[in-house]
């Protein structure tokens, strides 16, 4: 089971927004992580025509990989 705590179909916590020269880029809670270009942007176009928002957020995660631990630290005001 890809899914195991049901976030992405619960909270989905992926968005996207796609930008011109075939780019985009890719949001977790609103910070941008990573910017998808070339064969990773040409797959995510034929996930979202697909119209299934679990399928989206699924394939969000995978290209994202591991980039969270939960050892981040937040950021302080000085």
Known sequence: M???RNILKDEPP?????VKDR???IY???KMIKIAKGKSYNQLEKV???HDAYKVQLFLAKITGHFKHGNEKKGTEF
């Open 48 to 50: 979202i025509a697909s």
């Open 2 to 4: 890809e899914d195991k």
């Open 14 to 18: 992926f968005s996207y927004k796609l």
């Open 23 to 25: 780019k985009a880029l």
């Open 28 to 30: 977790w809670q609103g």
